[in-house]
């Protein structure tokens, strides 16, 4: 009775226009669920893209990113090793689908960073109930200005280009499983870890869950 049913992962994707907190959500859910796993394997694990734009101070080849020449890039494109890719703002993006795959085999949950193009490649290529998708929405137009101005990382023509890009993107929430308006985010965490743990207690998900049910067909026979 002790045996509990083994669990096919799934894909947890989140997407968002720039400045409305995803990233920041993303890493701290995946924290959590790295801290409750302790010794044991993580229930979540992040998809690591690829990318061809260049490297950041303090990020890490194979854990932010896997960063290839344009030239790579494509080769791998080309031979249909992407499960998803885009260009953003000059530089490619792509989702390698082997090691997403391989995960979701051990029973994992594979946690996405893509915008709503690589959304809709992805569910094209998985089977649609292995695919969960979370759009995050900001409190208002205003504040997600504000965020976008306060992080101060793109000059007055790429913010401008940033806010237009923010209005598509916001206009295929409706296209998603479930939405969060991120105004507060210990709020906004809560609700995405609901979703998590719901999602993960479906039954189409249990993969020995007829047997262990039958299991307890002769309970009634069993001595106390």
């Known amino acids: 009775m002790n ?16 400045g409305t907190g995803k990233t920041t959500l993303a890493r701290k859910l995946l924290a ?9 394997p993580a229930s979540l694990v992040m998809s690591v893209s690829c990318t061809t734009r260049p490297q950041s101070e303090g990020e890490i080849e194979g854990r932010d990113y896997h960063f290839l020449d344009r030239k790579t890039f494509e080769t791998h494109r080309n031979r249909g090793e992407f499960l998803e890719w885009a260009e953003v703002f000059g530089n490619l993006y792509a989702t390698p689908h082997h090691p997403v795959r391989e995960a979701l085999e051990r029973g994992q949950d594979v946690l ?28 208002s137009s205003k ?8 992080r101060r990382r793109d000059d007055p023509s790429t ?7 923010a209005s598509e993107e916001i206009s295929h929430a409706k296209d ?11 709020k906004a965490f809560a609700q995405l870890q609901a979703i998590l743990y ?20 002769t309970l009634a026979n069993e001595r106390l």
């Open 112 to 139: 996405f960073d893509v915008d709503w193009q690589g959304t809709e490649q992805i569910k094209r290529q998985m089977e649609p109930s292995s695919v969960v998708s979370v759009f995050l929405l900001p409190p």
């Open 198 to 217: 719901a999602e993960r207690c479906k039954r189409h998900r249990q993969r020995e869950l007829e047997r262990f049910v039958e299991r307890f067909s």
């Open 176 to 186: 998603y499983d479930y939405t969060i308006v991120n105004g507060d985010l210990d």
């Open 143 to 150: 504040a997600l200005q504000e965020r976008l101005v306060q």
């Open 3 to 18: 045996n509990i049913p083994l669990r096919r992962g799934f894909l947890l994707i989140i997407s968002s226009s720039s």
């Open 159 to 165: 913010l401008a280009l940033r806010l237009e890009k």
């Open 32 to 40: 959590f669920e790295q801290e409750q796993a302790r010794d044991r």
